[in-house]
């Protein structure tokens, strides 16, 4: 019964063609047509900007989510499918020196062509088909001359994708359909490139408002699929640079506006030592680095006037608020956790938050290291994986099975105020008014030049309650003389912080943090049980 309902609880927030479209992918019948098509006439040549290290180990070995492995076959069942994914992606075509490995790609598409049959296996799913489009389209524009039987290999592969563009799921997906349409109706000409070409326009024509917010921020919250669309943004202006006479200039600068408003999403999300931060799924190197990501709107023309940091900057629109004072920062977590109807890359992390101090992370949430339908996928996204409280054993929303969520938080309009030098943020969740004892979570921060606090207030009644804080694995923990409410915290460079706290007792737990898929590092947490309604936690620089 208890997994009726939470289907229910999700199926409910869908769209009615996501569900229409989960029935129709399972009737349509793919029809592909290998006749011969031409290419296009570019109107300038294509900018070629490598935004990521090369995944190529040597020999056969590819390096996928921080495992190395051959290609032994293209839908090894013994591999994940996120790893057989990135394989079928061809990112490596335009990583860094991809010059150097020119034999090896021929060879690998050559290879790919021959042991893919139509519509057979994890390459002709739409999602790889689509990043492995525009891949090959980017390469063969780098001055890749291309062979006739890859021109007919990428008719059929585009055929394949136009056919089941993923209206099942929208969001990040049906994105990178659209932009892998417009490349492949960019790149060929004739009839069949113009249907494709004004197909991928019109998705993006409704997609692009919908999905970055006025305040620049990708919808589905995750600063790692933010940078993720944004360079798939770069690319399309790039793209309609190069063939101006296919997509309308008007439209091009109009990217370029959203571009300016991403890039200034992406510098408020990003900690100080250059890297996204851990809301939602979000990992390292999945998406292009900052510096790689603002060098190629520089190259595109594209330049964001970026403020002096500001102490409060406010992302109402996606619901993220970061607070500077001095060498400390912080980001706060006041957003819904995504969109009602594809809240499949989100986490139980509303009220969250993420502190550094100078470039070290001090308190951080687990981040991501896997995909997939396991206990540790789901453990990942639970609310005790990340800096907030956990009432009566339960999430905050209902996060389940690998990409779900049933009945979800929605957080109040935050307060900010400042006053006497320091800056106060207030918010609260309904997330466990579907508890039985219906209680509101509140959280109040803090931040000055003393240091930085958290205040935490439950309105109704509950059996337990516990705020977890994790700590970055860097930094070493050690019980204050044996006191129960205050703890000293140790940064690599030496840096003292005590912690205090009052309303709970402070228990010290072994955790795992994730910065990258595929990896887990050791790290410590700390557990605070609520002795009554209000727990403050505060964290002062001793020395």
Known sequence: MMQILKLYHTVKYLRPVQIFNRFYRVIKKIKLDAKPIDKRELSRNWLSYPLSESCYIGGNQYKFLNVIDVISNWND???????NYNLHYFDDLNRLDWQERNVKHISLINTWIEENPLMHGNGWEPYPLSLRIVNWIKWFLSGNAAQEKWFASLTLQT???????????L???IFANAKALVFSGCYFKGEQANIWLIKGLKILEKEIPEQILPDGGHFELSPMYHNIILSDMLDLVNLGNTYSN??????????SQVIIKMLKWREAMTHPDGEVSFFNDSAFYISPSAERICNYADMLGIFSKMK?????????DSGYIKLVNGKESTILDVAKVGPDYIPGHAHADT???EWNYDKQRVFVNSGTSVYGLGSERLRQRKTESHNTVVIDDEDSSEVWSGFR????????KPIITESGGSIFVEC?????????GKVTHTRKWMINDSGFSVTDKLLGSFNSAQAHYHFHPDIQLEQSNGSKNQLNLYSPDGTHFMIEVIGADIKICDSTWHPEFGVSIVNKKIVLNFKKSEVKLSINMVN
């Open 351 to 353: 009220l969250s938050f």
């Open 77 to 83: 069942e013994k591999k994940s499918k996120l790893w």
């Open 428 to 436: 609260s969740h309904d997330g466990y008014m579907r508890l039985r």
């Open 159 to 169: 055929q394949a994708l136009q056919q089941q563009l993923e209206y099942h799921l």
């Open 308 to 316: 002096q940091e500001e102490n409060v900057t406010y992302l109402k």
């Open 246 to 255: 296919s997509i309308p200039p008007h439209l091009v600068q109009r990217w």
């Open 171 to 173: 969001g990040n997906h």
């Open 405 to 412: 969520v049933a009945r979800r938080a929605y957080p109040s």
